[in-house]
């Protein structure tokens, strides 16, 4: 019977999908968080993963993308040259209301998973037809937790969403931690604060609308992210022409300039200074 009530009460969450906000509004930097990009073998078994984790099946154009309501998911049919772990980029995570339950449900639907030992259950992992790893995060535990350096905190407030993307989880090299988060503080608008976590201490982390992006020590060398599993990840950016050229202005060089879609949006590509591939978007706010 619990278990009935639990997967009622998700449909019953599920059912408001269809009018999710859009992506969320930008900073002052007009930076908002836009998207992840994943290469994998077998689009439609990824496909299923991700509508059974929540999402949404939208077009843009002619394209099926998956939508969140801070994120769309692209899946593009290639082989990459490895999971995200063993890259900058080693996971996301996604805030569910209840760890435990979200588990339990993806793993009745025949995925892989595990609950992280912490002995809290509030952390756990659901991996992907192709092994790519998902985090999950309990709702108003301690691990949604970001307190920025300077200025109130606000306590996070109770979903009313079953599911939303929490954080992206870089490893930098020891001595990158702090410039990682300055990086991403400067050229995206960020807030630097803390986002903590069953054990001490907190990672350094820059808050931008829609995800937090959290930092950590690498343990060995780590590949750029292009190529890999999750090939990029991707920003929602205002007036991003002016973005770009404030971008080269300050020195960071641009792997694909500004230019606009025949779909009328438009994007450029960066990579960040420890290998994360960057693409800047305008236009995907519409979906």
Same mark, same amino acid.
């Given at each position: 019977?619990?278990?009935l009530?639990?997967?009622?009460?998700? @449909?019953?969450? #599920?059912?408001?999908?269809?009018v999710?906000?859009q992506?969320l509004?930008p900073? *002052?930097a007009g $930076?908002?968080?836009?998207?992840?990009?994943?290469?994998?073998?077998?689009v439609e078994?990824?496909?299923?993963f991700w509508?059974?984790l929540?999402?949404?099946?939208?077009?843009?154009?002619?394209?099926?993308?998956?939508?969140f309501n801070?994120?769309?998911?692209?899946?593009?049919?290639a082989?990459?040259s490895?999971?995200t772990?063993?890259s900058v980029?080693n996971?996301?995570?996604?805030?569910?209301?209840n760890t435990?339950e979200s588990?339990a449900?993806?793993?009745?639907?025949?995925?892989k998973?595990?609950l992280?030992?912490?002995?809290?259950g509030?952390v756990?992992?659901?991996f992907?037809?192709?092994?790519?790893? @998902?985090?999950? #995060?309990?709702?108003?535990?301690?691990?949604?937790?970001f307190?920025?350096?300077? *200025?109130p905190? $606000?306590?996070?407030?109770k979903m009313t969403?079953?599911i939303?993307?929490?954080?992206?989880h870089l490893y930098v090299p020891?001595d990158?931690v702090?410039k990682a988060?300055?990086w991403y503080?400067?050229?995206?608008?960020?807030?630097?604060g803390?986002r903590?976590?069953?054990?001490?201490?907190?990672?350094?982390?820059?808050?931008?609308?829609?995800?937090n992006?959290?930092?950590?020590?690498?343990h060995g060398a780590l590949?750029?992210?292009k190529?890999?599993?999750?090939?990029?990840?991707?920003f929602?950016?205002?007036n991003?022409?002016?973005?770009c050229k404030k971008?080269e202005?300050n020195g960071?060089k641009l792997?694909?300039?500004y230019?606009?879609?025949?779909?009328g949006i438009?994007?450029?590509?960066l990579?960040?200074?420890?290998?994360?591939y960057?693409?800047?978007t305008?236009?995907?706010d519409?979906f």
């Open positions: 019977m619990r278990k009530i639990s997967v009622l009460s998700f @449909i019953a969450l #599920l059912s408001g999908g269809a999710w906000a992506l509004h900073n *002052g $930076v908002s968080m836009g998207h992840l990009h994943y290469k994998v073998r077998d078994a990824n496909k299923k509508i059974e929540g999402a949404t099946p939208v077009k843009i154009d002619t394209r099926e993308v998956l939508k801070s994120v769309l998911i692209f899946l593009d049919k082989e990459s490895g999971g772990e063993g980029v996971h996301v995570g996604f805030r569910v209301p435990r588990l449900r993806m793993k009745a639907a025949g995925y998973t595990d992280n030992n912490t002995g809290t509030k756990g992992n659901v992907s037809p192709e092994g790519e790893r @998902i985090e999950f #995060l309990e709702d108003l535990s301690v691990n949604v937790k307190v920025p350096d300077v *200025g905190y $606000v306590p996070p407030q969403i079953p939303t993307l929490h954080h992206i020891e990158s702090g988060r300055a503080v400067k050229v995206f608008g960020g807030i630097p803390k903590y976590k069953t054990e001490d201490p907190p990672y350094d982390a820059a808050d931008i609308p829609g995800v992006m959290n930092f950590a020590e690498a590949a750029p992210t190529g890999r599993m999750l090939d990029h990840i991707g929602e950016v205002k991003l022409e002016a973005f971008l202005a960071i792997d694909s300039p230019k606009k879609l025949p779909s438009a994007n450029a590509f990579t960040d200074p420890w290998g994360t960057i693409e800047l305008e236009g995907l519409r």
